[in-house]
């Protein structure tokens, strides 16, 4: 281990060095909006003692290999507006710079209303935005350089981490409280997306007595990429979760909601609406087959269910269904994937409405058509027809494959590839390799090894994932999220250590969305009354600054990893991940503000930091909501996933379900039955 060195350089700052890297730490803090420095400063062994007359600053250093950790005191006398600071230099320029879930290399790609920093522009970001608390982190000439900082205990103390590079040196500074400039985003781009810069300070009378931990981590190789200080990060926070029991129990909650608010049946229709408010008026009047709906895969599920229970609502609802998506496929192969209720027709997509073939929807239906078959086979009630659907879209890939092996995002109806750009084109490769195990034919997984080629070249190997969620356009989770699968069903098929260790460099992007920390809320808020924690969470986009229980999912993926590499500490993540998502499900003991019929639901949306869809003075920080059909087909299909293939993680069986029928439901489903006629828009 390369030793540290401390040095004074004047009176407000000292210089450390350990190995290549050299650190400038200045000392002030802001009273009244002016900065002040100290009168003195000292060192001692590892200790330096700041004066600011009779106010002090007191750090304490201490070195482990490549991480410094500074636990800081302030006591501050007097009266005033005061906002403390932390603050490091190092004589670089950044080769790339992320804030996780926030800032990834300035936000190269996409469209919309959402900050793309740049390092000279002086950006900051609040704690409370970032899945690693005021946390930055660059690549210089030396290697990667990580700066962040214990998680606030109250709202009041939430931080805020600024990077800006001026004559070639980097300075971060984390404010305390917060203070994010030059703007801050605030909500979608059709309500003005970027806000003013906000600014806050401890108000004190009679001085202010503060600590603090703060980390500085690194790895001295030029080659190395952020992605190696992940794990050392997590060590640092070493945050807390909760092992479960009781997944079986939580499991019958959420299908009870699908069968009882979700499932709807008519002359020309079967399926599960894709989004329903109170009174079971439907908000987004659809039934779709992926993205915010993913029918086939709640289908999945439910057979899955079935086979528990020997309840058989769940199959008829599961095979009804599926029997109804077949009627999307168009005679070339490929797919529509949402129907319209108001307007009984079929789209490509809900919003707009989009008349082409959404790449990523169709082949989450395809994935799960062949899987609900490979299942349904086993018991003797597979029909054919869901595999021929399947099949024919692979065909159709196979057949039309882009010279790059990039399947793109849109394709027209007679299927020509309107827009090749996205990850979406990578969800393709996930049937192909099912059909590939199933029927053994070399064709699908020539084309999924081709189409995986295009997206290490151009995602994995640039750390640029963007465009997968369908209602933004941004660096996204879901796109590394749909690449990792993709590596990881390859490796399984082909045991190619080059798949894996893409699907590790994979893994580790898609880390940088999941939050290490618990955010504090206030009690008088929704989630800070229920004391909801925030680790294993994970953040939706660039553009869409809030936490979502996806992470049931990427559980999965990041198990799969642990036992692919032995290393520990993929399983820690899944077991956070899943410790999160366990919370929030409406029971009759807290039915999250509805009536006693929507038991199991789940919200899509919690607001962790200052961001809403539509309103921050109605919702935003502290708050949750939305009632969306993808939120138990994904966190049930993990479920079931996981204990299929990590019985030692999660064993449960559905021992039964609560098919309700009350006077209220009966009652909201006539309004439901009136909204599907209405509601033409959505």
Not at 310 to 321: A, C, D, M, P
Not at 460 to 486: F, M, P, Q, T
Not at 617 to 641: M, N, Q, Y
Request: glycine share 8%.
């Amino acid at each position: 281990m390369n030793l540290m060195q401390i040095e004074k350089k004047n009176d407000t700052q000292i210089e450390i060095s350990s190995g290549e890297r050299g650190l400038t730490l200045p000392y002030f803090f802001y009273k009244d909006g002016k900065k002040i420095t100290p009168d003195d400063l000292r060192l001692k062994d590892n200790q330096i003692f700041c004066r600011f007359g009779k106010s002090e600053i007191i750090d304490e250093i201490r070195q482990d290999e490549g991480s410094l950790e500074i636990e800081r005191n302030w006591k501050i006398e007097g009266e005033g507006k005061i906002q403390l600071s932390f603050q490091i230099k190092t004589p670089e320029k950044p080769e790339s710079w992320i804030n996780p879930c926030v800032n990834y290399n300035g936000n190269p790609k996409g469209e919309g209303d959402f900050p793309k920093p740049k390092p000279g522009e002086g950006w900051s970001f609040r704690e409370d935005r970032l899945g690693i608390p005021s946390c930055s982190i660059i690549r210089d000439s030396k290697g990667p350089l990580a700066v962040f900082t214990t998680p606030a205990k109250t709202e009041n103390e939430i931080s805020s981490v600024e990077t800006v590079t001026k004559n070639s040196e980097t300075v971060f500074n984390i404010r305390v409280p917060l203070t994010e400039k030059p703007k801050r985003h605030t909500g979608k781009y059709y309500l003005n997306g970027l806000s003013g810069k906000k600014e806050k300070h401890f108000k004190i009378k009679n001085g202010l007595k503060y600590s603090r931990k703060f980390y500085i981590t690194w790895k001295e190789d030029p080659e190395a990429s952020y992605h190696e200080l992940l794990k050392e990060i997590w060590k640092k926070l070493d945050p807390d979760w909760e092992k479960h029991d009781d997944w079986g129990r939580n499991s019958e909650h959420r299908i009870n909601h699908v069968i009882n608010n979700l499932y709807v049946e008519r002359e020309d229709a079967s399926g599960l609406i894709t989004a329903v408010h109170r009174g079971l008026i439907p908000v987004t009047n659809t039934i779709s087959g992926g993205f915010v709906g993913k029918n086939p895969e709640i289908c999945h599920t439910l057979y899955k269910a079935y086979l528990d229970s020997g309840e058989e609502k769940l199959k008829e609802i599961s095979f009804k269904v599926l029997d109804f998506f077949t009627e999307a496929q168009l005679p070339n192969g490929l797919l529509l994937s949402d129907y319209q209720l108001a307007r009984e027709k079929w789209f490509g997509l809900h919003f707009s409405p989009h008349e082409g073939c959404s790449t990523r929807m169709m082949s989450e239906m395809a994935y799960n058509f062949i899987r609900t078959y490979n299942l349904a086979k086993k018991h003797g009630e597979a029909k054919e027809k869901w595999l021929k659907m399947a099949e024919d879209f692979c065909d159709f890939m196979v057949r039309n494959q882009p010279e790059d092996g990039n399947y793109g995002r849109w394709w027209s109806k007679d299927g020509e590839l309107k827009d090749p750009s996205s990850t979406n084109g990578s969800y393709v490769i996930w049937p192909l390799v099912k059909l590939y195990k199933l029927k053994g034919s070399e064709k699908y997984l020539e084309a999924a090894e081709k189409a995986m080629e295009y997206h290490i070249e151009k995602s994995v190997d640039k750390d640029l994932y963007w465009g997968d969620a369908l209602d933004s356009n941004c660096i996204d989770k879901e796109g590394g999220h749909s690449i990792l699968r993709s590596l990881i069903l390859l490796h399984d098929v082909t045991e190619k250590e080059r798949y894996l260790e893409k699907a590790k460099k994979t893994a580790n992007y898609v880390l940088t969305w999941t939050y290490f920390y618990d955010v504090p809320f206030s009690d008088d808020t929704p989630l800070g009354k229920r004391d909801v924690t925030t680790t294993g969470a994970t953040s939706v986009s660039a553009a869409h600054h809030h936490l979502d229980p996806y992470g049931a999912a990427i559980a999965y993926d990041w198990l799969k990893l642990w036992k692919k590499t032995g290393d520990e500490v993929w399983k820690e993540y899944a077991l956070a991940a899943l410790d999160f998502v366990h919370q929030l499900v409406s029971t009759e003991e807290d039915p999250l503000g509805f009536p006693e019929y929507f038991e199991g639901w789940q919200p899509e949306q919690l607001g962790q930091t200052e961001w809403d869809y539509l309103s921050n003075a109605l919702w935003g920080r502290g708050h949750f909501k939305s009632i969306i059909s993808w939120v138990p087909a994904l966190t049930l299909g993990g479920f079931f996933d996981i204990r299929e293939d990590f019985p030692e993680i999660m064993d449960f069986e559905i021992e039964e379900i609560n098919e309700r029928k009350s006077g209220r439901l009966k009652a909201a489903k006539k309004l439901r039955k009136l909204g599907m006629r209405l509601n033409y828009f959505v």
